[in-house]
């Protein structure tokens, strides 16, 4: 046998080969299975089984936690409701200041 003869080291003869091509033969029945062609005409109408695709964002399940609309209004919200707390105490500093120091002069 060809594994045989690999396996001890020495060199396969041609009576190996023949034995190995005798165990390698492929029958008719075997090859017209191989070349059967798809029947398939390559139109998506044609398949069967087809998945739903969908066609709006809202029909898709959010599974990675994407930021969606209203995630994202609240995150403006709140960011401008602290930009207005913040501006609203740097003007409430400076109108201080500047009282403190209108009453320092007279």
């Given amino acids: 046998m060809l594994v045989q003869s690999f396996s001890t ?4 003869t041609g009576s190996d ?5 005798d165990t390698l033969e492929v029958t ?3 090859k017209q299975g191989w070349n ?3 029947d398939f005409d390559g139109k ?8 739903t695709i969908p066609t709006k ?3 898709l399940t959010n599974d ?8 994202s209004q609240g995150k403006a919200d709140g960011a401008l409701e602290s930009a207005k707390s913040y501006t609203d105490s740097q003007l409430a500093d ?13």
């Fill in 9 to 12: 080291g020495s060199k396969p």
């Fill in 17 to 21: 080969f023949e034995n190995l091509i």
């Fill in 28 to 30: 008719d029945l075997e």
């Fill in 36 to 38: 059967k062609k798809s």
């Fill in 44 to 51: 998506y109408s044609s398949l069967s089984e087809k998945p």
């Fill in 57 to 59: 964002t809202s029909e």
């Fill in 64 to 71: 990675s936690n994407l930021e969606t609309t209203t995630g």
């Fill in 94 to 106: 400076i109108l201080v200041r500047l009282t403190a120091l209108e009453n320092s002069e007279v």
